[in-house]
C-alpha cells in the first residue's frame, strides 16, 4: 500500500530557500544570476544513507557522544534554548537543548530527512554536552567544577556555502501582508 505523507509548508520552503551559492557569488550579482548557480538538490544514494549517524566528516559527531566545551556569552538569534561554546581554539559550536525544546527533535529529523535525500541542510548532531561555565539557569544538570551536562542536545554546523547579501538585503523572512 502506498502511503503519502504531507510536508509541512515550513520544510518545503527550507527546502527552497536552502540553496548553496558559489563562494565566488559577489555583493553586486543579479538576484538572478545568483539563482541561476545556486544548487538545491544533489543525486544522492539513499539506500546508503545512514539517518541515525548523519552526515560524516570534519565536525561530525556520533550519536550520543559526550562533547565538553566552554561556555562562550554570546546572543544568539531565536527563541529556543541555545548556547554558544567552545571546544579548542578554532571551533566555536552551537548548542540547542533541552527535553521541552522541540526543536531539538524536530530539526534532527528535518535536516537529516533533507540530508538523506540530497538537498541542503545544516548539519545537526544529537550529543550529551559537558559545558564549563554556563550560567545555572540554562537548567543543565550541575556537576562539580563549574560543569553543567545538557542532555538532549544538539550541536549545529552550517551547511557549507555562504549568505548572499545581494539586492533587498540579507536572508529571507515572512512577510505580513499589508
Given at each position: 500500500?502506498?502511503?503519502?505523507f504531507?510536508?509541512?509548508?515550513?520544510?518545503?520552503?527550507?527546502?527552497?530557500s536552502i540553496?548553496?551559492?558559489?563562494?565566488?557569488?559577489?555583493?553586486?550579482?543579479?538576484?538572478?544570476?545568483v539563482?541561476q548557480?545556486?544548487?538545491?538538490?544533489?543525486?544522492?544514494?539513499?539506500?546508503?544513507?545512514?539517518?541515525a549517524?548523519g552526515?560524516?566528516?570534519p565536525?561530525?559527531?556520533?550519536?550520543?557522544?559526550?562533547?565538553?566545551?566552554?561556555?562562550?556569552?554570546?546572543?544568539?538569534?531565536g527563541?529556543?534554548?541555545?548556547?554558544?561554546?567552545?571546544?579548542?581554539?578554532?571551533?566555536?559550536?552551537?548548542v540547542?537543548?533541552?527535553?521541552?525544546?522541540?526543536?531539538?527533535?524536530?530539526?534532527?529529523?528535518?535536516?537529516r530527512?533533507?540530508?538523506a535525500?540530497?538537498?541542503?541542510?545544516?548539519?545537526?548532531y544529537r550529543?550529551?554536552?559537558?559545558c564549563?561555565?554556563?550560567?545555572?539557569?540554562?537548567?543543565?544538570?550541575?556537576?562539580?567544577?563549574?560543569?553543567?551536562?545538557?542532555?538532549?542536545?544538539?550541536?549545529?554546523r552550517?551547511i557549507d556555502?555562504?549568505?548572499?547579501?545581494?539586492?533587498?538585503?540579507s536572508?529571507?523572512?515572512?512577510?505580513?501582508?499589508?
Amino acid at each position: 500500500m502506498l502511503r503519502l505523507f504531507r510536508i509541512p509548508a515550513t520544510v518545503l520552503t527550507v527546502v527552497v530557500s536552502i540553496a548553496v551559492v558559489p563562494t565566488a557569488a559577489k555583493d553586486h550579482e543579479s538576484r538572478a544570476s545568483v539563482l541561476q548557480r545556486a544548487q538545491v538538490w544533489a543525486p544522492a544514494n539513499i539506500a546508503a544513507r545512514n539517518l541515525a549517524e548523519g552526515p560524516l566528516g570534519p565536525g561530525a559527531f556520533a550519536p550520543g557522544e559526550t562533547v565538553r566545551c566552554t561556555y562562550v556569552r554570546k546572543q544568539l538569534s531565536g527563541n529556543s534554548p541555545k548556547f554558544a561554546c567552545r571546544r579548542g581554539a578554532d571551533d566555536e559550536i552551537k548548542v540547542k537543548f533541552g527535553g521541552t525544546n522541540g526543536e531539538v527533535y524536530a530539526e534532527l529529523l528535518a535536516t537529516r530527512l533533507l540530508w538523506a535525500l540530497g538537498f541542503g541542510a545544516d548539519r545537526m548532531y544529537r550529543v550529551t554536552v559537558i559545558c564549563q561555565g554556563c550560567p545555572t539557569e540554562f537548567g543543565g544538570i550541575q556537576r562539580p567544577d563549574g560543569e553543567s551536562r545538557f542532555s538532549p542536545a544538539l550541536i549545529e554546523r552550517k551547511i557549507d556555502g555562504e549568505e548572499w547579501d545581494g539586492e533587498g538585503g540579507s536572508g529571507w523572512a515572512w512577510r505580513r501582508a499589508p
